[in-house]
């Protein structure tokens, strides 16, 4: 995937600052992305590493996301050792989370 061009007109992030949100969310696939799964087709399930403020870390991204693309929905289930972090959306934007999946997969890579 390249450029933003999946970004949903719906997202009020402002322009300047998405190719940073993306840039935070790489970051965490490529430090901490275990397996990412799709449960139902319209959520999908990210495991990430656990560890100091990797909790926080994810809250605090998965906060700031809902608070811009509001058509997300983000649970997140935590211990020691790993973070899940589960995002859903309407039909609607089922193209966006395909995208997001497809981003994580690419960027988290195998191990």
């Not at 970051?27 to 397996?35: C, G, P, T, V």
């Not at 609607?92 to 191990?111: C, F, M, Q, T, Y």
Request: hydrophobic share 45%; aromatic share 6%; proline share 5%.
């Amino acid at each position: 995937m390249s450029g933003l061009d999946w970004v949903p007109a719906s997202c009020t992030l402002p322009t300047e600052e998405r190719p940073l949100r993306v840039a935070e969310w790489d970051a965490l696939f490529a430090e901490r992305l275990e397996q990412v799964s799709r449960p139902e087709p319209l959520r999908v399930r990210l495991d990430l590493r656990g560890g100091d403020g990797a909790e926080e870390r994810v809250r605090d991204l998965a906060e700031r996301e809902g608070g811009c693309c509001s058509f997300f929905t983000f649970a997140v289930a935590a211990d020691r050792d790993a973070v899940a972090l589960d995002i859903t959306v309407d039909a609607v934007h089922a193209a966006v989370l395909d995208a997001l999946e497809r981003r994580a997969a690419e960027v988290g890579g195998p191990r």
